[in-house]
């Protein structure tokens, strides 16, 4: 398969982070699947407690039912291809941590939401989000079966073994890690996680200074065996590789 990741620079624009995402998508025309680093739309509001954020969140909530779902999904459609984003979504009154998944015909086949919730300095999610009630979900696609685990929740190592014991060929993570985390220690992590379940991972990072946080990029393929098929540098970018499940 074709696998595409934009690994993106995040702004506290919300339009913006909007158009910079379709041009990704536009750019990835001719893969099979493009999926995007978490909270592609916001700045990483939960480096901050609600008291102390500088900002009205409010204006980074994605409704499931908005508008913008609707352009996400036209733009699958037109260049043909898988794509799942990940948006901070109100979901039935509730708000989630979420990616989509949304196939090459522009419908959406499925949602997934964080399942864990990461409580301590700068990660101050559980006052943000709540957790998925479904658990880890699989995608049966034209190119292999693919499993979603968000960001906090591959450090549990149930998140990728029930994908794999749901028939996973492919986990993506997308995730915010930065400079200040031991970047070599997660891909030995993914290493594991991939070796010790027998299925390939992709981990998609944002990149660029947000705030107090500074993102890594360094996003990684790794294969089935637990070998570094591709590492990023900090810079944005399309990354394109063709990965063989």
């Known amino acids: 398969m074709k696998l595409a990741m934009a690994q993106m620079r995040i702004s506290r624009d919300y339009d913006e982070n909007f158009r910079q995402s379709l041009r990704f998508i536009k750019n990835a025309r001719g893969c099979d ?3 995007f680093p978490e909270v592609q739309l916001s700045p990483f509001f939960a480096q901050y407690k609600k008291r102390d954020l500088p900002y009205d969140i409010h204006a980074y909530i ?3 039912n908005d508008d913008l779902i609707g352009d996400f999904r036209r733009a699958a459609q037109e260049n043909q291809l898988f794509i799942s984003p990940n948006f901070y979504v109100n979901d039935g009154g509730k708000q989630y941590d979420m990616s989509l998944m949304i196939d090459s015909v522009g ?3 499925g949602k997934s939401a964080m399942v864990n919730i990461a409580d301590h300095p700068c990660f101050y999610e559980k006052e943000y989000y709540e957790p998925s009630k479904e658990g880890y979900q699989v995608y049966e696609t034209p190119f292999g079966k693919v499993g979603i685990v968000i960001c906090y929740d591959r450090h549990f190592p149930e998140s990728v073994r029930s994908c794999a014991a ?3 060929e492919l986990v993506i993570i997308p995730t915010a890690n930065t400079l200040e985390e031991d970047m070599l220690y997660f891909e030995k ?5 991939a070796r010790d ?3 390939a991972i992709a981990m998609c990072n944002r990149t660029g200074t947000e705030d107090k946080m500074h993102f890594a990029g360094q996003s990684v393929i790794v294969s089935a065996g637990g070998e570094t098929l591709f590492k990023a540098d900090e810079k944005e970018q399309l990354i394109i590789f063709d990965l063989e499940l």
Do not use: P
């Not at 992590?189 to 996680?193: P, R």
């Open 189 to 193: 992590e993914i290493q594991s996680l």
């Open 166 to 168: 749901q028939k996973a």
């Open 197 to 199: 379940s027998g299925v």
């Open 33 to 35: 699947l493009l999926f």
């Open 107 to 109: 419908e959406i086949i």
């Open 62 to 64: 994605t409704d499931i």
